[in-house]
């Protein structure tokens, strides 16, 4: 089983609409996770850190289950500027990044 | 704001030459990263560095990898002997200890190409 794995994608939507991506980290001993989002060829800027009650900032939305070993990120209202991929990413005990291989997200006018 | 930077953007090398990956991490953060990205491929853990010496190494950072901080504010990454398969976005990363969000700031990549 991977590490941290996410859902394949591309997502291609519309402006205006709701996106939910998914994610599933194997190692249950896991205390940190985060969204990154990374744009075509530039480095990963992190974009939410999660948290066990869930935490919103502004259209985005981050959501743990700790028992399922699962992460969702929601994004309301895409803009087209939203388009880029999504990395879902764990920290390890030593504190090293252990990333998912992203999710595309393309918002089309 | 303070920003992570890296030289050169792009390197391009022949098999077999040697390279040298340079970063300036934000000045007061104490642990470094590198991580690197193969095309199309996930961003992958290489090492970390905290106190002048490698915290954890992944199994992709063999004895063809070291990493220095030479002065107060260089971290780099040489190869020794570049392969094809060292093709990649390189990644330098720093994070200072003493927040609790533990985000590592990235740097915006240097592009190795070896040919």
């Known amino acids: 089983r991977k590490e941290v794995e996410q859902d394949p994608g591309p997502f291609n939507v519309p402006e205006g609409a709701t996106v939910a991506f998914n994610c599933t980290y194997s190692?249950?001993?896991?205390?940190?996770f985060f969204w990154y989002r990374q744009d075509c060829r530039k480095e990963p800027k992190l974009l939410m850190s999660?948290?066990?009650s869930g935490n919103e900032d502004g259209r985005f939305t981050a959501q743990l289950n700790r028992a399922s070993q699962y992460i969702s990120l929601l994004i309301r209202d895409s803009k087209l500027s939203d388009s880029a991929t999504y990395l879902c990413?764990?920290?390890?005990?030593?504190?090293?990044?252990?990333f998912g291989q992203g999710t595309e997200l393309s918002v089309k006018p | 704001e303070p920003e992570v930077t890296q030289t050169p953007s792009h390197q391009v090398t022949q098999m077999g030459q040697e390279v040298i990956l340079r970063c300036v991490p934000i000045?007061?953060?104490?642990?470094f990263y590198w991580y690197r990205q193969i095309l199309g491929q996930k961003v992958e853990f290489l090492v970390s560095f905290y106190n002048n010496e490698i915290s954890e190494k992944s199994e992709i950072f063999d004895d063809q990898f070291s990493v220095e901080r030479p002065d107060g504010s260089n971290f780099t990454l040489k190869i020794r002997s570049t392969k094809l398969e060292d093709s990649a976005m390189y990644f330098c990363a720093s994070s200072d200890p003493k927040k609790a969000s533990n985000e590592q700031f990235f740097g915006p990549g240097t592009r190795l190409t070896v040919l």
């Open positions: 000045s007061n953060h104490l642990y």
């Open positions: 990413v764990v920290i390890s005990q030593g504190g090293k990044l252990i």
């Open positions: 999660v948290y066990s």
């Open positions: 190692n249950s001993a896991s205390q940190s």
